[in-house]
């Protein structure tokens, strides 16, 4: 029997009584014509969230009829309480039900799956000596998993893949136009890093956070871009770049309302397209804008006073733009750190930027930065679909979780990696 893919849309009721589903009678005979069985998610069109899957037999599952609408039980061996943010088209109202692909089945049921398991997590040490590269692995679930391994690595191979990957990593949106070099990069240095193929099939099984510990010679290693298959491994693996102990004592809020948000961006004449970001997050969340340049002080005090700082600036080698006459390249310990620093802008990955670290170091869970040359206001789609995720008024994600959802989805869109890495550790907001 096939199982076709469907979205039936709901009311609220249905977060509050996961039992059942309606459906109208037409749409009930329409399945029934069909096949007996269906993969379907629930869409709560009042909360904008989306439930499931749920397999169901449309015929033995009928509960009752009423009023022309038919109510269908669900099977709780595949229920999956958490839902996340969803937007479907305003024309379907309540009852109604939509056939989906399989595509966009497997997109959303990997999401669902996602938030509703314990995320697999690697630690991964890694470090290049006398043209010999060392790592060890451990893995923490769905069990113990420990690995240390050493090969030879020409660092002469490397540094004419590096220079390569640099070179196009200087040009603005050129992801979009050499993917298919950047794929063949990332296979090459797949290949120089994990030649174990069992290893490398076991860490891209499931979805997992990597965290890695480099040192100054695999800080340099373009992690977003390593492939296997002709694929971006980033598509099932999210690497976070943690060469830190950070702590943060502070609890995160049960209720994101209470949430406190705020926008730094520094005015430059080369940035043109800072008003449409802004306006996109003000649709999000409520915030506080700070358009102006800043002194340290003044930076400070922001980052201590709010629970998210999004900052939008010039990036140079050594540090972000606060002023026309200052560069920022680093903090000393928060009283009381964010949970969250987003940096939009560019070259936060070179060596001589110290910002990134010093934020984690100063207690900060989470740091979001860009790599290479960022086009202005390129990059709005991952920035409005991250936070339309992180925070959403009716879902629980945490940035690690929004993160990703927001990659894979650009990414899908626009057949690129994203230009920005994932710093630090996961944190609910």
């Known amino acids: 029997m096939s199982?076709?893919?469907?979205?039936?849309?709901?009311d609220n009721n249905y977060s509050k009584n996961n039992d059942f589903f309606i459906i109208k009678e037409s749409s009930y005979k329409k399945l029934n014509k069909k096949n007996n069985i269906i993969n379907i998610f629930i869409y709560d069109f009042q909360e904008n969230k989306i439930y499931g899957y749920y397999e169901i037999d449309i015929l033995n599952d009928v509960l009752k009829k009423e009023n022309e609408l038919i109510y269908i039980s669900i099977n709780n061996k595949n229920k999956r309480r958490r839902g996340i943010?969803?937007?479907?088209?305003?024309?379907?109202?309540?009852?109604?039900?939509?056939?989906?692909?399989?595509?966009?089945?497997?997109?959303?049921d990997r999401k669902l799956k996602i938030i509703n398991t314990t995320i697999?997590?690697?630690?991964l040490k890694c470090s290049i000596e006398n043209e010999c590269i060392k790592y060890n692995a451990i893995e923490t679930y769905p069990f113990l998993y420990v690995s240390e391994y050493s090969k030879t690595f020409s660092m002469q191979a490397y540094d004419s893949i590096y220079k390569?990957?640099?070179?196009?990593?200087?040009?603005?949106?050129?992801?979009?136009?050499?993917?298919?070099?950047?794929?063949?990069?990332?296979?090459?240095?797949?290949?120089?890093?994990?030649?174990?193929k069992d290893f490398v099939e076991h860490l891209l099984k499931d979805f997992r956070i990597v965290y890695?510990?480099?040192?100054?010679?695999?800080?340099?290693?373009?992690?977003?871009?390593?492939?296997?298959?002709?694929?971006?491994?980033?598509?099932?693996?999210?690497?976070?770049?943690t060469n830190t102990i950070n702590t943060n004592n502070k609890m995160p809020h049960i209720n994101n309302h209470h949430t406190k948000m705020a926008i730094i961006s520094i005015p430059d004449e080369y940035i043109q397209k800072d008003d449409e970001e802004i306006e996109i997050l003000k649709e999000i969340k409520e915030i506080d804008l700070y358009k102006k340049e800043l002194n340290y002080l003044e930076f400070i005090k922001i980052l201590e006073s709010y629970d998210i700082v999004h900052i939008i600036t010039h990036g140079?080698?050594?540090?972000?733009?606060?002023?026309?006459?200052y560069i920022i390249n680093g903090i000393s310990k928060l009283e009381n750190p964010p949970?969250?620093?987003?940096?939009?802008?560019?070259?936060?990955?070179?060596?001589?930027?110290?910002?990134?670290?010093?934020?984690?170091?100063?207690?900060?869970?989470?740091?979001?930065?860009?790599?290479?040359?960022?086009?202005?206001?390129?990059y709005k789609q991952f920035i409005e679909f991250f936070y339309q995720y992180l925070l959403h008024k009716n879902t629980r994600i945490n940035t690690a979780q929004a993160y990703y959802f927001a990659s894979i989805q650009v990414q899908n869109l626009y057949n690129c990696f994203i230009r920005y890495r994932f710093n630090g550790v996961a944190s609910y907001v």
Not at 3 to 10: L, N
Not at 176 to 196: A, H, P, R, T, V
Not at 316 to 325: S, T
């Open 3 to 10: 199982k076709k893919p469907y979205i039936v849309v709901q």
């Open 85 to 108: 943010y969803y937007k479907i088209e305003n024309k379907y109202s309540k009852y109604s039900i939509l056939e989906i692909e399989n595509e966009e089945f497997n997109k959303l």
């Open 120 to 123: 697999s997590q690697t630690f």
């Open 164 to 196: 390569e990957y640099l070179r196009l990593l200087k040009n603005s949106n050129s992801e979009n136009n050499n993917i298919d070099k950047y794929l063949e990069l990332g296979s090459y240095l797949m290949n120089m890093l994990f030649s174990e």
């Open 212 to 241: 890695l510990y480099l040192d100054n010679i695999t800080k340099t290693i373009p992690w977003n871009i390593l492939a296997y298959n002709n694929k971006f491994i980033s598509e099932k693996i999210l690497f976070s770049y």
């Open 316 to 325: 140079y080698d050594n540090g972000i733009k606060l002023a026309n006459d």
């Open 339 to 378: 949970y969250l620093v987003f940096i939009n802008s560019c070259n936060n990955e070179e060596l001589d930027n110290k910002l990134v670290e010093s934020l984690l170091n100063a207690g900060i869970n989470t740091v979001i930065s860009g790599i290479g040359s960022i086009a202005d206001g390129y």
